[in-house]
């Protein structure tokens, strides 16, 4: 397991997304308020699952390695006046 892997993913919005809900799912279950919990828990849901799926399809067809398309970019050998 890489370490910068782990920590990119924890910066990244799916994961902020997930502890806020969280967190505020657990504190209006702590209040003892349920309505509002089982409400946060059905808004974050879909926009979570959302971007695990955007996520998942984007990971698969991202092919840099094999035969996919890359642009190197040179530095000119031309300098610009001023």
């Given amino acids: 397991m890489n370490l910068k892997h782990v920590a990119l993913q924890l910066c990244t919005c ?10 505020i799912t657990l504190y209006l279950l702590y ?7 089982a409400l946060t828990a059905a808004v974050f ?3 979570i699952g959302f971007h695990f ?4 399809l984007s990971s698969d067809k991202a092919d840099w390695g094999q035969g996919g398309r890359l642009i190197r970019i040179q530095p000119s050998k031309y300098k610009l006046v001023d």
């Avoid at 799916?14 to 967190?23: H, Q, S």
């Fill in 14 to 23: 799916t994961w902020i997304e997930i502890m806020t809900g969280a967190g």
């Fill in 31 to 37: 209040l003892q308020n349920y309505a509002l919990a």
């Fill in 45 to 47: 849901a879909p926009l």
């Fill in 53 to 56: 799926a955007i996520d998942k």
